[in-house]
């Protein structure tokens, strides 16, 4: 619906001209005692869309706040012509066609229609600051919830609805709203029974979007369907999200205006999908090249506009738009099924990669891993899951956890209902604590200590720091939870584990080494900003440039050109000492001579070598030629020997893997001479430690008790993430040992 569209009545004004009166004759226009009755009767009946200022006739629109300006309230003694009690919030509309439905309120016969004799010496017009505001009637116990009939309207027209209760068996017919509240004002009013329900901005203008001109509308949304006010129906009704979305008739996203682009968006999508679908599977469909004129489609942008929508960075809309029978995306005046965009974001990932990055068309990945993977409660870990979903915004940090909740990942057992249950009179740091537990009890999986993502002052605390805080985002992804084929560990069974208190945890695991210098925290700006690693380096530096140009393979050479291109000039001579500083023997190294800048790249890029052959990769060497081109003036050797390994590659990779990984964390050199990337809150002295059951090394923080540390977080250390550690643990002399994490 455009938002420039102009306001219409709500109804007809009702006219006469100055002469008529009582006992005026009707000259084509309605008597004014025929209309005065028919609006006492309409007031008597709880509808305040007939409401109108007396001086003018124009309809009222309800008022946002008590200073907003007084609603006109018409009241009058007039006596019915019949016995029967009127109940003015008796819902008069038609029920809506979803069978067993009880109603919100008790009385289950419609209202008969009264007339009224009305005396105009009797009428009244008083003014009140506002109107009643709605009260909810509890719902029933077990699997209940309410739907609102949102009634026929246009435009700006007062927003009229009643609330039924209904079982969730019975919600066949009921279309669930997926969509941002926004501000958490409720300044807009939404009017029901004669009441009136706070709203916020955005719910308001969604419900004028799907509100219908002709007929009423079955709708489920939580902020209307759900008393926010109650915690224990809050939490009740979260525990049954999944349910209701996945039982409703369809979902509808509403991601607001388009600024005239939504069938541009549309049409793209439908071209797109129809170009997908003439291949008979993923296998078979080749990566776009830059030269296809798709490629070129000035959609894309508009698509990219709409991707940047709020309601793509929310938490709930995962679960609500996974779930959902059929998910209808409504953007602007277009509607089009959430499963085309989804498809077509999937194909732009994995055969169309540079549009991604051209038009910013990156959605966060839950929201495909939500849609294949929810009927499949093996197909991915749920502590991985969260993990990824920690750039979503929400306004309770508890919904980080339970807005998954629904989910089929997220059920310990078939039928046996989720992990956790939602209890919003929990502090959010007692519900994280309380998944933890019941994870690590049903599964005995460490791989929750790779989720534990500590802020300085979150470390501080007295929270157990083995938890992980889902509402701390330091680093962008964790090691340990992704999809590299890191074993730490490797060669040694599951570590039992078991609980000290009610916040310690205990495992087995090898204290192998120490940090030794800690860089600056890495910025996103990577490689622009890599001198930033190496500033407590410079200091040390004694030798010469040439010692350290000799020691390095050619390929690196030009690495390190184009790696000081991209630093300030005023820099440079940072970035020099930093390479001067790895040929330093003088510091112990786990790394030969020719290797030390092959592992500081691999370290960078989190990666590792293969079969003990050392070389660049096909991005990392294609972004080496890719700057060197830039500017003559500092050349590359061996341009043939870059050209060849960088064939099929842009280069683009390594600026995305390096600034992917390295976010959020530091530069480590440890005592032994290793390099590592470590959380932000490591410090110089922390222990580096090996954990049977855990793909990777994790820092620890000793404290004043023995064997009781304090899990800083993961790391990645280059040279351990193979189980070299482990297996060489009896030459190096480690001992497994007990370790308690507070």
């Known amino acids: 619906m455009s938002s420039k569209s102009s306001a219409r009545g709500l109804f007809k004004k009702f006219g006469g001209s100055e002469e008529e009166g009582v006992g005026a004759q009707n000259n084509g226009h309605t008597p004014m005692v025929s209309q005065l009755e028919r609006k006492a009767e309409t007031w008597m009946t709880g509808d305040p869309s007939h409401l109108r200022n007396p001086n003018d006739g124009h309809p009222i629109e309800p008022q946002a706040s008590e200073q907003a300006k007084p609603t006109v309230q018409y009241t009058c003694s007039a006596l019915p012509t019949t016995s029967i009690a009127h109940n003015p919030s008796q819902n008069d509309s038609p029920r809506p066609s979803a069978p067993g439905t009880t109603g919100e309120h008790t009385n289950s016969q419609a209202p008969r229609k009264q007339r009224y004799r009305l005396s105009l010496t009797s009428l009244s017009i008083q003014f009140s600051k506002s109107p009643e505001t709605y ?413 350290l140009w000799k020691a390095v393979p050619l390929p690196l050479q030009n690495l390190l050109i184009l790696l000081a291109r991209r630093v300030p000039e005023k820099n440079k001579n940072l970035l020099v000492n930093l390479w001067v500083y790895l040929a330093d023997t003088r510091h112990k190294s786990a790394y030969d001579d020719g290797e030390r800048l092959f592992a500081f790249i691999k370290t960078l890029r989190r990666g590792a070598h293969d079969e003990g052959r050392w070389a660049l990769t096909a991005d990392e060497a294609a972004f080496c030629l890719r700057l060197c081109r830039k500017s003559a003036s500092f050349g590359c050797a061996n341009m043939a020997e870059l050209e060849q390994v960088a064939q099929g590659s842009d280069g683009r990779d390594f600026r995305l893997h390096t600034s992917a990984w390295c976010t959020g964390r530091r530069f480590i050199l440890t005592s032994n001479g290793y390099y590592g990337l470590a959380p932000e809150a490591a410090e110089e002295g922390d222990v580096c430690c090996i954990i049977p059951g855990l793909r990777v090394p994790v820092i620890l923080r000793g404290m004043n008790k023995e064997q009781h540390y304090r899990l800083v977080g993961e790391a990645f250390i280059f040279g351990l993430m193979e189980g070299q550690g482990i297996a060489n643990r009896e030459n190096w002399g480690l001992k497994e040992e007990d370790i308690i994490l507070c």
């Open 135 to 547: 009260e909810y009637a509890p719902l029933p116990r077990g699997n209940y919830t309410r739907y609102l009939v949102l009634q026929p309207g246009k435009d700006k027209e007062a927003l009229l609805c009643h609330l039924h209760t209904c079982a969730l068996t019975d919600l066949s017919e009921v279309e669930t709203i997926s969509y941002v509240w926004g501000s958490s004002n409720k300044t807009k009013r939404l009017w029901c029974a004669g009441k009136t329900i706070p709203i916020t901005v955005n719910l308001r203008d969604v419900l004028r979007r799907v509100r219908l001109p002709d007929a009423p509308r079955t709708l489920w949304a939580d902020s209307i369907c759900i008393n926010q006010e109650d915690r224990k129906e809050k939490s009740e009704q979260v525990a049954l999200m999944g349910l209701i979305f996945g039982g409703a008739k369809r979902t509808l996203i509403c991601l607001g205006l388009d600024n005239g682009q939504g069938s541009l968006v549309e049409s793209l999508l439908v071209d797109v999908n129809q170009m997908i679908q003439q291949f008979g599977s993923w296998d078979q469909i080749p990566p776009l090249s830059q030269d296809d004129p798709i490629a070129k489609d000035p959609r894309w942008g508009f698509l990219g506009n709409m991707i940047v929508s709020p309601w793509f960075s929310r938490v709930w809309v995962v679960q609500e738009a996974a779930l959902s029978r059929d998910a209808r995306v409504l953007y602007g005046s277009t509607a089009f099924p959430w499963l085309d965009l989804v498809r077509v974001h999937f194909w732009l990932l994995h055969k169309a990669q540079f549009l991604c990055f051209k038009h910013r068309l990156f959605l966060c990945d839950v929201h495909i891993t939500g849609l294949w993977n929810r009927d499949r409660p093996d197909s991915e870990n749920f502590v991985a899951f969260l993990a990824r979903a920690k750039g979503l915004r929400c306004w309770d940090a508890r919904d980080r956890v339970y807005a998954f909740l629904g989910l089929r990942m997220a059920q310990v057992g078939l039928g046996s209902g989720p992990i956790v249950v939602p209890d919003y009179q929990k502090p959010h740091d007692e519900a994280f604590h309380e998944l933890a537990l019941e994870f690590l009890k049903h599964t005995n999986d460490l791989c929750i200590l790779s989720a534990v993502d500590h802020t300085s002052e979150t470390l501080k605390s007295d929270f157990p720091s083995w938890v992980p805080r889902w509402d701390c985002a330091v680093s962008v992804d964790q090691f340990g939870l992704h999809d590299v084929p890191y074993n730490a560990s490797r060669g040694m069974k599951q570590t039992k584990l078991s609980f000290v208190s009610s916040t310690g945890l205990r495992v087995r695991g090898f204290t192998l080494d120490r940090i030794h210098f800690r860089s600056k925290a890495l910025p996103k700006a990577l490689p622009a900003a890599l001198h930033t690693l190496w500033e407590g380096f410079s200091a040390q530096n004694q030798n010469s440039l040439a010692s």
